[in-house]
């Protein structure tokens, strides 16, 4: 298949892993892979365990294969969350706000801009999710998707300004399908860009990296949310 093939009609099962690179960009780092050419750039913004997990970065590379420059930051600058007893949970989170994750992504935005990149979307997972939303309410970004997002609040919401999907849980204990529906509705009144909120099925919380690959259900709804957002960015970043 020849890469303007893959553009036009991009699949996540279909596409050969390109392998990426650490690189410092905007004064993070970050794992980067893609054609560098490139002028269609997303920034895969990571859960609480930070840029290192093998699946998102598997998923980078399969993403990137469609002919985007796909950027994972360490925004947590190697402080991962740990899920041990005595982990100073509360402490970690006020440390690594949201906010604070969404200003950091801002160099790392003008310094696409400055290689020539011209269409930026987001997409963030679990913590993540927090983040990208935050970043939808700026003109930094061209789209955004958050995959079971963690904590994102209704100001979050009156911010946004650019097309925005959300990918839900239905068990999930961080942001419940109920409440994500909620700020679907309030999107949706807003006629000046697409948005939408859609639940899975029988999957828990972080489902679209963490499950098993032996496991066909979890498998298959993994592989859809995967597909789901290449084909968002497909349609906003161009």
Not at 25 to 33: A, E, K, N, Q
Request: hydrophobic share 40%.
């Amino acid at each position: 298949m020849a890469e303007s093939e893959c553009i036009q009609n991009p699949t996540i099962t279909s596409l050969i892993p390109r392998v990426g690179t650490l690189q410092e960009l905007g004064g993070v780092t970050c794992y980067i892979t893609g054609p560098h050419h490139s002028k269609r750039a997303l920034i895969f913004v990571s859960t609480v365990l930070g840029f290192e997990l093998p699946s998102l970065r598997e998923l980078a590379d399969k993403v990137a294969a469609a002919g985007f420059l796909v950027v994972v930051p360490d925004l947590l600058y190697g402080d991962y969350f740990s899920y041990d007893p005595e982990f100073d949970r509360e402490g970690w989170l006020k440390k690594h706000g949201e906010a604070k994750g969404c200003e950091d992504t801002k160099p790392i935005i003008a310094a696409l801009k400055s290689k020539g990149v011209t269409a930026i979307g987001a997409a963030g997972f679990c913590w993540g999710g927090g983040v990208v939303t935050k970043l939808a309410g700026s003109s930094d970004i061209q789209a955004a998707i958050a995959l079971h997002p963690a904590r994102i609040t209704h100001d979050d919401i009156k911010e946004v300004k650019v097309p925005i999907a959300f990918l839900g849980a239905e068990v999930e204990q961080y942001l419940p399908p109920e409440q994500l529906k909620e700020f679907g509705e309030k999107l949706a009144s807003n006629a000046e860009f697409e948005s939408y909120v859609k639940i899975y099925p029988g999957v828990g919380h972080g489902w679209t990296l963490k499950y098993n690959v032996e496991d066909e259900s979890a498998v298959k709804s993994a592989e859809e949310a995967h597909q789901e957002m290449l084909d968002w960015f497909t349609k906003y970043i161009n």
